[in-house]
């Protein structure tokens, strides 16, 4: 899984989907809309669908921290006992690779916090390589990251305005054949850019959308 927005665990069993069929979640970064799923995920794992493998968690520094505070936040006397599997945590600050369950996989930084680690993931496994932005404003090592991958799943937050933390449609435009990536998909699309959808040329993401790499 690529991020845990709070509405994750309802978008899986609405598309029937069991939770337990995940082993790793990937973070780019500690943004409610992007972690705090996880602790639903986790409650998913004790009552509703019992879990008994191992549940890997990868993000930026003071992932598990953070994932520790918030789940006690949400669920004060449940987590305070102990997870019936086993839930692991690895923190990277991005330029390493991590070799897991037959992913590897390799978090680079991104500008999009000041003082926190943002990543973008890029993520190959039986041949393929995805290549996920994370939130980020613009940097070359998008352009970089992108050479070979089959899918880039690139975030649009806006159309007009133009931020050095967030992405704009233009400036996705005007770089997209420099992308070397067979398919690109935007996604975290904000307002300004679904008011202009027949502007966009791009394929835009939607809920339930299966993409086959």
Known sequence: MLDCGPS?????????????????????HLHGDHFAGVPFLLLDGVYDTPRTKPLTIVGPPETRQRIDALYRTLYREISQRPLPFQFNCIETNGNETLELDGFV???????HQEC???????????????LYSGDTGWTEDLVEQSAGTDLFICECCFFETRVNFHLDYPRIAENRDRFGCK?????HIGREVANRAGEVECEVSLDGMEVEV
Not at 8 to 28: C, H, P, T, W, Y
Not at 183 to 187: A, G, H, K, Q
């Open 8 to 28: 994750a665990l309802l978008a899986l069993k609405r598309e029937g989907m069991s939770a337990d069929n995940i082993d790793i979640v990937l973070l780019s």
């Open 105 to 111: 996989v390799r978090g680079f930084p991104v500008p």
């Open 116 to 130: 926190e680690t943002s990543l973008g993931l890029r993520v190959t496994t039986a041949g393929k390589t995805i």
């Open 183 to 187: 398919r690109l998909v935007l996604t």
